[in-house]
Structures are given as C-alpha cells and as structure tokens.
C-alpha cells in the first residue's frame, strides 16, 4: 500500500480510541500510560495493545523491571506523529495500554510462562504487541506466546549477541533469548539481522552460533564501513516481505543516550542512526516488536527512557502501517 492509498484509509475510518488530547489536557496531568493511549485491561477491539513486562533476569545491575513504569512517564513528550509526514498510528489503528504482564519477581520458570502465556491471548485475539521490557530476556516469552506456526524474522538491535546457552546455569536470560528462539522454531534464523554489536567479549566465539545458523551479524565496524542507507538496505534483504519483529536493546544506542542500562558498550548507534533505520523498513510485515534493558535506578533523569519511548514510538508506526495495509 503506498502512502497516499495509507492517508486516505487513516481519514476514511478513524479508529474511536485515540490518546489524550494535550492541547485540552496538558502532558503533565492525567495518569500516564503509553503515548497517552486509553488504559484497558482486556485486548479486545484492539488492534495494536501496548504492553509493559516488568521483568529482569538478576544478572548484574538490576532495575529493568521499573523499565515500563519509566517509559510510560517519558512517553507523554510524544506527539501523535512522527517526522515524516505519514498517517499517526492512532488513525490507523485501535490502539490501548493494556497494562503489564503478570510475572513473579522469585520465579524465572514462572514467569516465563506467565508473559508468554499473556501474549497468547493477544495471539488468539488477533491483536499485534508492542512492549517495553523489563531485560532483553523477556522477548524470548514474548515469542513463545504469539509464535503458532511460521518462525518470525527478527531485525535485532544490540550490542551483545544474545546466543549463548546459558549463564549461570539458567537457560533463560538476556543473553540467551535469541539461540532459545531458534531452538524452539520461533524465530527463522536465516531472517534475523543482527546490528550494533561491539565492546568487550568474553570469549572469542561468542558470535559463532549467530553466524552458524545463519543469521546476518552487522557489527559496528561494518556499520561504519557500509553506512546506514546499505545497512537498511541489507536489513530489508534478509527479513524479506515474511512476519518481522522488531526488537531493541537499549544499549544497542552508544552510552551517550543510554546511561540507564545495565550493560552500556561505548561506540554504538546515535538515535538519528535508530531513527532512520527503522524508518527504513516501512511496508514490510511488521507483527509487533519491543524495546528493553531500560534501568531507571540508573538514569533517574529520564534520558534513556525518553529514548526508548520514541523507539517504541517508531516501531509502534511500522506495526500500525504493516496491520492496516493488512485488512
């Protein structure tokens, strides 16, 4: 669908729920939820529900469970449309906060499935997820629950791998969430593409499972080397025209935009670079995606959150355009 076909369906049809109207509500009052979206607490009638999944896996510094509430207050600096002229997605879609997932804070099995038992139901409603983590390693539940068949893409910002098998003896973290996706046919590794890793490492083939099974690995070096518009390119060429989750650790950002995180690695991304790229992958088959590893014991100020906030925002547009031209 181009965008002119896009404009005139937005006008044509506009979904009742829309966010709180700043210019009659200022964007300091009213109980904050994601954009400014009504709150409901079932997915029905929606499109698009916008989710939390207040959970972190206890490795190291710790703080990403608070990561939604954040978020959420950030998200009020956000207007109804991005840069680019093209239609809000609250014109496109029904869109609600529907609140968070349940977890249990002492139990990782637990809430392992009581987060993807939640995206379940938004499976079986028929409804696309866009969330905010708690740590990266909740995209894994998040898998579980809307997977029933064809193994997603994934367009994997990070600068970490996320394959190995275990930490600590645990097989569910944030470091595992991508090679516990492949093993359990929810992810299509031949579609995943992989951009900002770099830093230190602590083993030479911390990558090698990535590149075994396929997966399309773009470190910063790379990045540098190709430039974004190549890299956009590459990315669109390796997830194809097939389901696509988009998912987004913060630290994939250098540090300067995200000191509240628990792993920042300088040299990484600029928030323009973000931006543009995910921009780039308008008209692909975006089902949902999230963004993660937001701590805000970390960040008090906010700085990080809001950044996450407009990512959420952008991935929120791609999966609008992507479920309305669906219809």
Known sequence: MNRTMTRRRARAAKPKRQPIDSFKFP??????????????????????ALVGVPFDFNTNRCGTRFGPAQVREMSRLI?????????????????????????NPLNIDESVGLIAEFFDGLRR??????????????SYP??????KGEPLGVVHF?????????FWGSLYNQGTLLKRGVEENLIDPRRVVSVGFRGTRFALDDRKYNLDTGMRVIIMDEYEKLGRDKVIAEMRRVIGSRPTYVTFDIDGLDPAYCIGTGAPEPGGLMMRDVQMMLRGLS????VGGDVCEVSP????SGHTALNAANIMFEILCLTAAARAAAR
């Open 27 to 48: 964007r300091f009052t009213q109980p904050a939820t994601f954009f400014r979206t009504p709150l409901q607490q079932e997915a029905a009638g929606l499109d698009i």
């Open 79 to 103: 207007r109804r449309f991005n840069a680019t002229g093209d239609p809000s997605p609250f014109d496109l879609c029904e869109i609600a906060d529907i609140g968070d997932t349940p977890v």
């Open 125 to 138: 409603a028929k409804v696309r997820p866009v969330s905010i983590g708690g740590d990266h390693g909740v």
């Open 142 to 147: 998040v898998w579980k629950g809307i997977v």
């Open 158 to 166: 990070d600068a970490h791998p996320d394959t190995y098998h275990a």
């Open 283 to 286: 008209g692909l088959n975006i």
């Open 297 to 300: 014991p970390l960040d008090p």
